[in-house]
């Protein structure tokens, strides 16, 4: 293997410093010193007569000696003395540009090693590409014994002598579990230096924040130390990413969830309906836009004791929006548009209630507690080998909330009680569910079906009806 490296050679160099040590370890060294003295001293018949200024003076000068330091020498390591480190880099991932961080060490005990790990500046092109080859013979084609594949970014040698090839398999492989929780906790021991770099610690989240999030959804043991590394643009944070620890000390005293919501991008998710009302309630909200969040929310319940809660679903009221709620008159008041609501878009909702939330939108599709978001089904209908019967029971179960401030509301509402059965009412509380559903980023069924509108030229409303975002506003 060294014959791969002959160019660039991986060594240290050991240096050596005076060292002090105690007077106990001082006077150890001088025991047999002391011995010789003393036989020396009883071989005299007759005691030397010394002036009492002399005395003091031996006294002084015995505790000088006492308290002198003894000096010896020590060997140590200096990670600065590693030869070229840049250019062996560059030999042997073939990357045109220096590394981002780097990390020597060595690990003593049963199992002897040592490890030269890089962290590179950008993702790898082909980072899910496990097989290597050296001179046209494959070295070992997955290697999760020894690195684990979210940290497959990771470049760098692993040197040991301990190793025995020609015992068993399985003593083998044991050796590569010990070098591989040794090399993830020096990886995590990596990156958390790497953080307090803002502008280095930046780059790396950009090009490989994935693998973090792939290491929180397959690594429980390390997962809170893979959290703290996460950063993610918030409803408070504008341009700047956070870490969730800074949401953490910004959340109110009777604040008991993390609230996030997941989507394509920052801008879209932004204006969302379900961010309204904890924006309006001084709640931050946490804007996840990577397609690895959904995965990796699952495997992440909650950070420091506090649950993370989706803004989409249901049952996510605040304590503050709890003691704000919809008086029961309003409830009882739109009972009957609920009602007919659900009769007329039948299975496409699993029912219509009342929203607690809604400030300025007419109304909002939420889903269930354990059902897909809108964003996860979205990504499970786009996946090539996707089971049809795991879409058919882990498909969302879609909720229309409405709005009984909303004045396009309360006007339906009367068009409703003056005649239920009425053309006009139908049409428009499907092209409201039509509408709604874009908004929350579901996808139509049967765009050419679920309009009733779309081939019947002639209906028209009698009636004008208020605009959804006021009254003022109007189409051009």
């Given at each position: 293997?060294?014959?791969?490296?002959?160019?660039?050679?991986?060594?240290?160099?050991?240096?050596?410093?005076?060292?002090?040590?105690?007077?106990?370890?001082?006077?150890?060294?001088?025991?047999?010193?002391?011995?010789?003295g003393?036989?020396?001293k009883?071989?005299k018949?007759?005691?030397?007569i010394?002036?009492a200024?002399?005395?003091?003076?031996e006294?002084?000068?015995?505790?000088?000696?006492?308290?002198?330091?003894?000096?010896?020498k020590?060997?140590?390591i200096?990670?600065?003395e590693?030869n070229k480190?840049?250019?062996?880099?560059k030999?042997?991932?073939?990357?045109?540009?220096?590394?981002?961080?780097?990390?020597?060490?060595s690990v003593?005990?049963?199992l002897e090693f040592?490890?030269?790990?890089?962290v590179?500046r950008?993702a790898?092109?082909?980072l899910l590409?496990?097989?290597?080859?050296k001179t046209t013979v494959?070295i070992?084609d997955n290697?999760?014994?020894l690195?684990p594949?979210?940290?497959?970014?990771?470049?760098?040698?692993?040197d040991?002598?301990?190793?025995?090839?020609?015992?068993?398999c399985e003593?083998f492989?044991?050796n590569?579990?010990?070098?591989?929780k040794n090399l993830v906790?020096k990886?995590?021991e990596?990156f958390t230096e790497l953080a307090?770099?803002e502008?280095?610690y930046?780059?790396?989240?950009?090009?490989?924040s994935?693998?973090?999030?792939?290491g929180?959804?397959?690594d429980?043991q390390?997962q809170?130390?893979?959290s703290?590394?996460?950063?993610y643009y918030?409803?408070?944070?504008?341009?700047e990413m956070?870490?969730?620890?800074d949401?953490?000390?910004?959340?109110?005293?009777n604040?008991?969830?993390?609230?996030?919501?997941?989507g394509?991008?920052k801008d879209h998710i932004a204006n969302?309906?379900?961010?309204e009302?904890?924006?309006k309630?001084g709640?931050?909200?946490?804007?996840m836009?990577?397609t690895?969040?959904?995965?990796?929310?699952q495997q992440?319940?909650?950070?420091?004791g506090?649950?993370l809660?989706?803004?989409?679903k249901?049952?996510?009221?605040?304590?503050?929006?709890?003691?704000?709620?919809t008086?029961k008159q309003?409830h009882?008041?739109?009972e009957n548009?609920?009602?007919?609501?659900?009769?007329?878009l039948?299975?496409?909702?699993?029912?219509v209630?009342?929203?607690?939330l809604?400030?300025?939108s007419?109304c909002?599709i939420?889903?269930s507690?354990y059902?897909w978001t809108?964003?996860?089904e979205?990504i499970?209908?786009?996946?090539?080998?996707r089971?049809?019967?795991t879409?058919?029971y882990?498909?969302a179960?879609?909720h229309?909330?409405?709005n009984?401030?909303?004045?396009?509301?309360e006007t339906l509402?009367?068009?409703?009680?003056?005649?239920?059965?009425?053309k006009s009412v139908?049409?428009?509380?499907?092209l409201?569910h039509?509408?709604?559903?874009l908004?929350?980023?579901?996808?139509?069924e049967?765009p050419?079906?679920?309009d009733?509108?779309a081939?019947?030229?002639?209906a028209a409303?009698?009636?004008?009806?208020p605009p959804?975002?006021g009254?003022d506003?109007?189409?051009?």
């Amino acid at each position: 293997v060294h014959g791969s490296f002959a160019d660039w050679p991986v060594q240290c160099s050991f240096l050596f410093c005076l060292f002090e040590v105690s007077d106990d370890e001082a006077e150890e060294k001088e025991d047999k010193e002391e011995e010789k003295g003393k036989e020396e001293k009883e071989s005299k018949d007759k005691p030397e007569i010394e002036d009492a200024g002399s005395d003091e003076g031996e006294e002084e000068k015995k505790d000088g000696d006492k308290k002198k330091k003894k000096k010896i020498k020590e060997k140590y390591i200096d990670q600065e003395e590693l030869n070229k480190t840049k250019e062996f880099y560059k030999s042997l991932t073939n990357d045109w540009e220096d590394y981002l961080a780097v990390k020597h060490f060595s690990v003593e005990g049963q199992l002897e090693f040592r490890a030269l790990l890089f962290v590179p500046r950008r993702a790898p092109f082909q980072l899910l590409e496990t097989e290597r080859k050296k001179t046209t013979v494959l070295i070992m084609d997955n290697c999760e014994e020894l690195i684990p594949e979210y940290l497959n970014f990771i470049r760098g040698v692993v040197d040991s002598e301990d190793l025995l090839l020609n015992i068993s398999c399985e003593i083998f492989f044991k050796n590569l579990k010990v070098i591989r929780k040794n090399l993830v906790k020096k990886c995590l021991e990596l990156f958390t230096e790497l953080a307090d770099d803002e502008e280095s610690y930046k780059k790396f989240n950009e090009q490989l924040s994935k693998n973090i999030k792939l290491g929180i959804h397959g690594d429980s043991q390390n997962q809170k130390k893979f959290s703290e590394l996460l950063r993610y643009y918030t409803s408070a944070s504008g341009d700047e990413m956070v870490y969730l620890q800074d949401y953490y000390t910004r959340m109110k005293e009777n604040q008991n969830h993390i609230y996030y919501i997941t989507g394509e991008t920052k801008d879209h998710i932004a204006n969302s309906a379900f961010v309204e009302c904890l924006c309006k309630h001084g709640l931050e909200v946490i804007y996840m836009i990577e397609t690895n969040d959904e995965y990796c929310v699952q495997q992440l319940k909650e950070f420091e004791g506090k649950a993370l809660v989706s803004v989409t679903k249901e049952e996510k009221e605040t304590e503050e929006v709890k003691n704000k709620q919809t008086n029961k008159q309003k409830h009882t008041k739109f009972e009957n548009l609920c009602k007919i609501g659900k009769d007329i878009l039948e299975k496409r909702v699993e029912k219509v209630v009342v929203s607690k939330l809604l400030v300025t939108s007419p109304c909002c599709i939420v889903t269930s507690t354990y059902g897909w978001t809108a964003n996860m089904e979205r990504i499970m209908k786009a996946q090539t080998l996707r089971y049809n019967s795991t879409m058919g029971y882990m498909a969302a179960k879609k909720h229309l909330e409405i709005n009984p401030d909303h004045s396009f509301i309360e006007t339906l509402r009367q068009k409703a009680e003056a005649d239920k059965n009425n053309k006009s009412v139908k049409d428009l509380v499907i092209l409201l569910h039509e509408t709604v559903l874009l908004s929350s980023d579901f996808s139509r069924e049967d765009p050419q079906t679920d309009d009733p509108t779309a081939d019947d030229t002639s209906a028209a409303a009698t009636e004008e009806m208020p605009p959804l975002k006021g009254d003022d506003d109007t189409l051009d």
